[in-house]
Structure formats: C-alpha cells, structure tokens
C-alpha cells in the first residue's frame, strides 16, 4: 500500500549487542527514501553503546544509491565526532562497485563479515 509518493517500506535497521560491540544489520534498499530509517537506528546506538566500536552490517542491502553512500558517509562522519569506531561489514553487488568507483574503499574500514570484525576489534 502506498502512502502518499513514498514507496512500500523495504528498508529495516536493526541492532543488537555482540559481546560489548553492537552490531546494526541493515537491510534492503537504501535510498534516499530510507536513509532516515538507518540515521534513526544509529543515532540510538550512538546513545547506548557500551563500547566505541559499532559494526554495520550491510550484507543483506540489495541496493544502495548516492543517498544511501551519502548517508553512510554522514555516518562515519558522525561516529568520528563521537569517537566511535565504525566498520562496514558484507560490502557487495552493487555497493561495492559505487564504493571502489568512488575510492571509498580507502575511506571505510571494511571486513568481510561480522564475525572477522568481532574478531578484529577483541585483539
């Protein structure tokens, strides 16, 4: 159903704790229409995290456009601010190729799973 000349909601940000490091696992489409729900869902976590490490799932995304880069370009930005570490984790399709197009790969810290990032942020 359609509200007004937004689409269906097919955008979730969720979080959850993994030790003491949260974890946001983002998932479907991140367009500029859904960009407010992933800044909701970090600006919570910014709030209650009990450690400065956040890790950002995007391994279920199956689209990210220039918002959705913008937003998570913001989000680095923001976390920086905050003395957060953010790391990307799942990069892949069509997000990767907007990333390395735009040498953004050098500015992320990226792994390839959320378990490699666990791994790598209790060493």
């Known amino acids: ?6 689409p269906e ?6 979080s959850g704790l993994h030790g003491s490091t949260i974890v946001v696992q983002a998932s479907g489409e991140l367009d500029h229409y859904h ?9 919570k976590v910014w709030r209650a995290a009990p450690s400065k490490t956040i890790i950002l799932d995007l391994s279920a995304l199956t689209f990210c456009d220039s918002s959705g880069i913008g937003e998570l370009l913001q989000a680095r930005h923001n ?20 990333l390395n197009l735009a040498g953004l790969t050098q500015v992320f810290e990226i792994f390839p799973s959320v378990t490699e990032a666990l791994e790598a942020t209790t060493c």
């Open 79 to 98: 976390g920086q601010v905050r003395g957060f570490r953010l790391i990307l984790t799942g990069i892949q399709g069509n997000l990767a190729r907007r």
């Open 9 to 14: 909601p097919s955008f979730t940000a969720t």
């Open 35 to 43: 960009t407010p729900i992933l800044r909701a869902e970090l600006n």
């Open 1 to 6: 159903m359609f509200v007004g000349n937004e």
